[in-house]
Nanobody, 120 residues
Framework: ELVESGGGLVQAGGSLRLSCAAS????????MAWFRQAPGNEREFVAA????????YYADSVEGRFTISRDNAKNTVYLQMHSLKPEDTAVYFC???????????????WGQGTQVTVSS
């Protein structure tokens, strides 16, 4: 029910925008978030946005560089990423859940992930 797109290869300092399209049933009832998982690492929280879009929260590592937003008319959530660093390289996952949270267990639905690679 969640389909990510927009990943790719970018040079350090560059930008990418990830999109996550959801079914109306999923999108209209849930908070949305982005997580990421680098090779050999645990999946980690990146950003979250409440149902209304009014409140957002970011991991310290991306604060000021990434922006999460949602378009409820299009059932889509976005992650705009600027000033990308090699350490941002990971598979990025979109998630939907009933609780606005940084914890994976609070999210019920997950996308398949999209690869972001930042070259130095």
């Amino acid at each position: 029910e969640l389909v990510e797109s927009g990943g790719g290869l970018v040079q350090a300092g560059g930008s990418l925008r990830l999109s996550c399209a959801a079914s109306e049933r999923t999108f209209s009832s849930y908070a949305m978030a982005w997580f990421r998982q680098a090779p050999g690492n645990e999946r980690e929280f990146v950003a979250a946005i409440r149902l209304t879009g009014r409140y957002t929260y970011y991991a310290d590592s991306v604060e000021g560089r990434f922006t999460i937003s949602r378009d409820n008319a299009k059932n889509t959530v976005y992650l705009q990423m600027h000033s990308l660093k090699p350490e941002d390289t990971a598979v990025y996952f979109c998630a939907a859940g009933g609780r606005y949270s940084t914890y994976q267990l609070d999210y019920n639905y997950w996308g398949q992930g999209t690869q972001v690679t930042v070259s130095s």
